[in-house]
């Protein structure tokens, strides 16, 4: 039976994406950054993968409302579960954002606060998104500093931002937007600033808290390679729009033209590339 729900639950579609478009006023004229965008993503690791400035960011933010003000958002319809994104309005969104869905960026130092402790910051999180008292709080945090793989949480607990590594502060920042205990999580480019040690380090924990607590992953990236061996599914932008959703299995039998430009541009490791290394 348990297992009938946990199927249930991960076949549902969480979110809806229906001809998103997103545009910026400049001083310029106006830019447009999503021109139109479709997908739906279920209880899954979706990747959202293109090349840079043709909207991945962009994607993420719109879901979260987090777009600045010089945006305008256009779509047909942007749905979160029960919840109409285009008419919510912002203290639904508030609401939403943390508890419901959360955000992580590729670079943890502006997500975090840099004249507070890691433990406060996590704690505040607690006791916003869930109502927890500061020693309930401080409970719940070194549990989930714990499943980020922090040796030594009460040594984190008491650091600030600016005396952590970039794969410690990414970890930190990872705890602090899971305090909610959200069902989507929205990553972007979470490994891109990383050493290929701390982003594998990383993408793990990712993995591991997706598994663990039956999150829907969006994972932004504009690394194909690393996004077909990650995600169950792709959807692959090409200026401002969605031009193709295909299984991270199939990808590389795709026969769009931009992904198989982008397979084509992939780097390759010395050891495919050259045919005279048989190492
Ligand atoms: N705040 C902004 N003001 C003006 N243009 C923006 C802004 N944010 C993004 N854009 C433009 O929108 C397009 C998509 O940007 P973005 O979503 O950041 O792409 P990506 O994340 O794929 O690199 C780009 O042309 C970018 O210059
Ligand atoms: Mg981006």
């Known amino acids: 039976m348990a297992c009938a729900t946990h199927l249930i639950r991960a076949v549902k579609v ?70 109409d994104l285009l008419t919510c309005g912002e203290t639904a969104m508030r609401s939403l954002r943390g508890r419901r869905m959360a955000m992580i960026f590729q670079d943890p130092l502006l997500a975090l606060n840099p004249v507070m402790t890691i433990g406060a910051q996590i704690s505040e999180s607690y006791k916003i998104h869930q109502g927890l008292s500061a020693s309930v709080s401080r409970t719940h945090g070194l549990r989930m500093l714990r499943s980020v793989h922090i040796e030594n949480p009460d040594q984190m607990w008491s650091a600030y931002p600016s005396e952590l590594s970039g794969g410690m502060a990414q970890r930190a920042m990872i705890a602090m937007m899971l305090a909610g205990g959200p069902d989507l999580l929205i990553a972007d480019e979470p490994t891109s600033a990383l050493d290929a040690i701390s982003g ?30 990650f995600c169950d599914r792709i959807v692959v932008i090409q200026d401002g729009e969605s031009v193709e959703t295909i299984k991270a299995s199939a990808l590389s039998a795709s026969d769009h033209p931009y992904t198989r430009a982008l397979l084509a541009a992939r780097p390759r490791l010395v050891a495919e590339a050259s045919p005279t290394n048989h190492n």
């Open 200 to 229: 594998q380090a990383v993408l793990q924990i990712i993995d591991e808290l997706v598994q663990s607590q039956g999150m829907g992953l969006l994972f932004i990236s504009h690394d194909l390679s690393l996004v077909e061996r």
């Open 14 to 83: 969480m979110l809806t994406i229906n001809n998103l478009r997103v545009s910026y006023r400049t001083s310029r004229g106006e830019v447009r950054g999503l021109t139109g965008v479709n997908f739906i993503c279920k209880r899954e690791k979706l990747g959202i993968v293109g090349g840079s400035g043709s909207g991945k960011s962009s994607i993420g933010r719109a879901i979260m409302g987090l777009l600045p003000r010089n945006a305008h958002l256009f779509a047909d319809e942007m749905r979160f579960e029960n919840n």
